[in-house]
């Protein structure tokens, strides 16, 4: 297959011919069900950190099971396209991210705990890239639902750069756009797969407490 996109190496194909597996081992961590689970007041998060399998992952480990997180669904934010599939995505010409969506509980877990986390749990210094995986689809955004959460994110995102990487951050703050859910096989792919592919970017850092 000939795609469209930079020159990546073999983690790139070796990521996408994976996404194909139809394997599912037994769940060792339960996905939270929105049905029985939404809570009366809910807000919802949408962020970007590469490829979205491990972001997925890391924050339903963090905050799942009972801990704030009521659903995730993994999909693509920030394009011009309608309808984007995962193949048209993957060539970096639909100006699509993979990206996260969060329905949580703010009674349970705040949105600046959540963007806390994002910023430990990927490289934000890498602009439109984590680890192997280069392109545009794999940048760092925060997709904003609205004023108080356009101020969070950019509160959060200047401390960050002072004080725990010590450097401008790539991460693009913008209003979330029209959201697209991924292929049903990409959602929980990882629980589904736990030999599937992971960016060795995504893992949790060790940063002391933002000033307040």
Not at 129 to 146: E, K, L, M, P
Not at 165 to 193: C, F, M, R
Request: proline share 6%.
């Amino acid at each position: 297959m000939a795609f469209a996109a930079p020159a990546i190496g073999s983690t790139f194909f070796s990521r996408f011919f994976r996404s194909f597996s139809t394997s599912s081992p037994t769940l060792t961590l339960t996905p939270q069900s929105s049905a029985r689970n939404m809570a009366s007041n809910t807000n919802t998060a949408t962020v970007a950190a590469g490829c979205f399998w491990g972001v997925e992952h890391l924050f339903r480990k963090e905050f799942g099971n009972g801990k704030g997180l009521l659903d995730a669904k993994v999909g693509y934010c920030g394009g011009e396209t309608t309808s984007p599939s995962y193949r048209a995505v993957c060539t970096g010409n639909t100006g699509h991210a993979e990206a996260l969506q969060i329905t949580f509980d703010p009674a349970v877990v705040s949105y600046r705990s959540l963007l806390e986390f994002f910023y430990c749990m990927h490289d934000p210094t890498t602009e439109n890239r984590q680890g192997g995986d280069v392109g545009t689809q794999y940048r760092s955004a925060i997709f904003t639902h609205g004023d108080e959460q356009l101020k969070i994110a950019e509160d959060v995102t200047e401390k960050v750069s002072k004080e725990w990487y010590k450097q401008p951050v790539s991460t693009k703050i913008v209003p979330a756009g029209q959201w697209w859910d991924a292929e049903e096989y990409h959602q929980l792919y990882l629980h589904k797969n736990p030999s599937g592919y992971e960016c060795p970017a995504h893992f949790v850092r060790k940063f002391p407490p933002l000033s307040a």
